[in-house]
């Protein structure tokens, strides 16, 4: 049922793990009579279902959602190319008088999609030798580089993450600047409305506790067990997702199963507290609360926030 009101031209619904965004984006898009496009970088990937809470066919509830499961797990993520896909299928349902609920936790895509946004080249001398560096010294030593050339994205990039890490110390190298000062200010190509949904931390923790354990009883160890059969362990972004990092390392030996589980719960809290730092430095961001007292008014106020938004 479409509202009464005028949809902007893209609602984001942003913030971190757990919070309840793929679930508010669905009310949205079946009531603004709009599509949700994915903005969550790992569920782009065919196959990585359970581990990343991919909707299932039936909790979208008939709404189409884009840009899931597009790329294989041995394809190395690259915003660039999110961002000419994301733009395409916003580009779409705008055209169709349909309105864009982008949903997702990465940061990073977000931006990609809906601000002025460039992505600077690449040179491929620079990123050979500083691929060998992250071979030979690993990622901790380059990150600690990455901090003190840059200590915005030092704290913004997982320290383990090396492909983020050698790819920020690369634009430094080309540009000459800070990594963080290649993103732009906060100037949007499109008419955007974007929501964050708040959850205060301990029940947020609560909740990923929980969400992990539901993941394992779902059978994420096998899910993650038939795609190393597909080369996850060979693909530069997929293998570090988390919890899928974590099951690698138990099927290597190098974990316990249970050591996997509770590595995969610290580490996606620590994840999701980058994820609120960053959407928090956004002002343009509409804070509501996602907490279980407030969780069944979520949505009339994110249809009341973006009326307001469209009337003002």
Same mark, same amino acid.
């Given at each position: 049922?479409?509202?009464?009101?005028?949809?902007?031209?893209?609602?984001?619904?942003?913030?971190?793990? @757990?919070?309840?965004?793929?679930?508010?984006?669905?009310?949205?898009?079946a009531?603004?009579?709009?599509?949700?496009?994915? @903005?969550?970088?790992?569920q782009?990937?065919?196959?990585?279902?359970?581990g990343?809470?991919?909707? !299932?066919?039936?909790?979208?509830?008939?709404?189409?959602?884009?840009?899931? /499961?597009?790329?294989?797990?041995?394809?190395?993520?690259?915003?660039? #190319?999110?961002?000419?896909l994301?733009?395409?299928?916003i /580009?779409?349902?705008?055209?169709?008088?349909?309105?864009?609920?982008?949903?997702?936790?990465?940061?990073?895509?977000?931006?990609?999609?809906?601000?002025?946004?460039?992505?600077?080249?690449?040179?491929? @001398?620079?990123?050979?030798?500083?691929?060998?560096?992250?071979?030979?010294?690993?990622?901790?030593?380059?990150?600690?580089?990455? !901090?003190?050339?840059?200590?915005?994205?030092?704290?913004?990039?997982? +320290?383990?993450?090396? *492909?983020?890490?050698?790819?920020?110390?690369? =634009?430094?190298?080309i540009?000459?600047? +800070?990594?963080?000062?290649?993103?732009?200010?906060?100037?949007?190509?499109? /008419?955007?409305?974007?929501?964050?949904?708040?959850?205060?931390r301990?029940?947020? /923790? #609560?909740?990923?506790?929980?969400?992990?354990?539901r993941?394992?009883?779902?059978g994420?160890?096998?899910?993650?067990?038939?795609?190393?059969?597909?080369?996850?362990? #060979?693909?530069?972004?997929?293998?570090?997702?988390?919890?899928?990092?974590?099951?690698?390392?138990?099927?290597?030996?190098?974990? !316990?199963?249970q050591?996997? *589980?509770?590595?995969?719960? *610290?580490?996606?809290?620590r994840f999701?507290?980058?994820?609120?730092?960053?959407?928090?430095?956004?002002?343009? =961001?509409?804070?509501?609360?996602?907490?279980?007292?407030?969780?069944g008014?979520?949505?009339?106020?994110?249809? @009341?926030?973006?009326?307001?938004? =469209?009337?003002?």
């Amino acid at each position: 049922m479409r509202s009464a009101a005028p949809a902007p031209r893209v609602i984001a619904v942003v913030g971190p793990t @757990a919070a309840g965004k793929s679930d508010l984006g669905v009310h949205l898009a079946a009531q603004l009579g709009g599509e949700v496009v994915n @903005a969550d970088s790992m569920q782009l990937y065919r196959g990585m279902d359970i581990g990343t809470a991919k909707l !299932t066919p039936g909790e979208r509830g008939g709404v189409p959602h884009r840009l899931l /499961d597009v790329w294989d797990v041995t394809e190395t993520a690259n915003v660039a #190319e999110y961002q000419r896909l994301a733009r395409a299928e916003i /580009d779409r349902l705008l055209a169709e008088g349909r309105t864009p609920v982008l949903v997702g936790g990465s940061g990073l895509y977000v931006r990609g999609a809906i601000d002025t946004l460039e992505f600077p080249g690449t040179d491929p @001398a620079i990123r050979a030798r500083l691929e060998a560096e992250l071979a030979a010294e690993g990622p901790g030593a380059l990150h600690a580089r990455l !901090t003190a050339a840059d200590p915005e994205a030092g704290r913004a990039i997982l +320290p383990g993450n090396g *492909r983020r890490i050698v790819r920020a110390l690369e =634009v430094i190298e080309i540009t000459g600047k +800070p990594f963080t000062a290649n993103l732009p200010g906060h100037d949007s190509v499109y /008419d955007t409305v974007q929501i964050g949904v708040d959850v205060a931390r301990p029940e947020l /923790d #609560e909740r990923i506790a929980r969400r992990v354990d539901r993941m394992w009883e779902d059978g994420f160890v096998d899910e993650v067990r038939a795609l190393e059969a597909q080369g996850l362990r #060979e693909g530069l972004t997929a293998s570090r997702a988390l919890g899928y990092q974590q099951i690698l390392k138990a099927l290597a030996g190098e974990y !316990t199963e249970q050591e996997a *589980r509770a590595e995969t719960v *610290r580490a996606t809290k620590r994840f999701a507290r980058r994820q609120d730092s960053w959407f928090r430095r956004d002002p343009r =961001v509409h804070w509501l609360s996602g907490a279980v007292a407030d969780r069944g008014e979520l949505p009339g106020q994110a249809l @009341a926030l973006i009326e307001r938004a =469209v009337t003002a």
